[in-house]
């Protein structure tokens, strides 16, 4: 079965720190993209940052970037320099087929001021 | 810059009736899906939806949805009857190939 595991239920950092919301996944999938996505209290769905799995170099955007050990089916965001503003929950997903997504449970993000 | 949208924002509705909750995706997109989340839980892919036709769909997915493109733009999610236990934020996306864009979603409330 295909699968996404976030084993971090909430995690809570002072503003300016960085932290690392974990993520591991398990697909079928030859060729496949991994994603991060936000959902502030609003409710809606951003998109934070992707990896495609056949790139070995670590994708960056500003303050986030991942860690991705595509042997260990890892896939790890870091979050640099904190803001208040990331107070959000963070959804790690991996594509199944068709590019349908299979999402983790979700890690609760509180950014202390 | 693109972007999915959906109507309505939040929908309230009597259980056993009927909804449809409008999605637009993003023009050049071919692939168009719909998810849920119920509050606190996590994301459940629904349907998807390629070339006119459903290319696959979750076991949530039964007789009481239906998805349909009626006029080259829309996209639509139409709840039959609805039940207590489908109160829930549904998302749209839509894709070109790979990386889905979200709609903001509709918060359906079934009392």
């Known amino acids: 079965a295909q699968t996404v595991t976030q084993s971090q239920p909430e995690m809570s950092v002072q503003e300016a720190e960085t932290v690392t919301l974990s993520c591991t996944y398990d697909t079928s999938e030859n060729n496949y993209y991994l994603f991060w996505y936000k959902q502030p209290p609003s409710r809606q769905m951003i998109l934070v940052i992707r990896?495609?799995?056949?790139k070995q170099q670590n994708a960056t955007e500003n303050r986030f970037s991942v860690n991705f050990q595509k042997a260990a089916k890892s896939f790890s965001l870091k979050i640099s320099d904190s803001q208040l503003g990331d107070t959000a929950m963070y959804f790690c997903?991996?594509?199944?087929?068709?590019?349908?997504?299979?999402w983790g449970a979700g890690t609760k993000l509180i950014i202390k001021p | 810059e693109p972007e999915v949208t959906q109507t309505p924002s939040h929908q309230v509705t009597q259980m056993g009736q009927e909804v449809i909750l409008r999605c637009v995706p993003i023009?050049?997109?071919?692939?168009f899906y719909w998810y849920r989340q119920i509050l606190g839980q996590k994301v459940e892919f629904l349907v998807s939806?390629?070339?006119?036709?459903?290319?696959?769909k979750s076991e949530i997915f039964d007789d009481q949805f239906s998805v349909e493109r009626p006029d080259g733009s829309n996209f639509t999610l139409k709840i039959r009857s609805t039940k207590l236990e489908d109160s829930a934020m549904y998302f749209c996306a839509s894709s070109e190939v790979g990386i889905l864009f979200f709609g903001p979603g509709t918060r359906l409330t079934v009392l």
């Open positions: 939806f390629y070339n006119n036709e459903i290319s696959e």
């Open positions: 997903a991996a594509h199944g087929s068709n590019y349908q997504l299979i």
């Open positions: 990896q495609e799995a056949y």
């Open positions: 023009s050049n997109h071919l692939y």
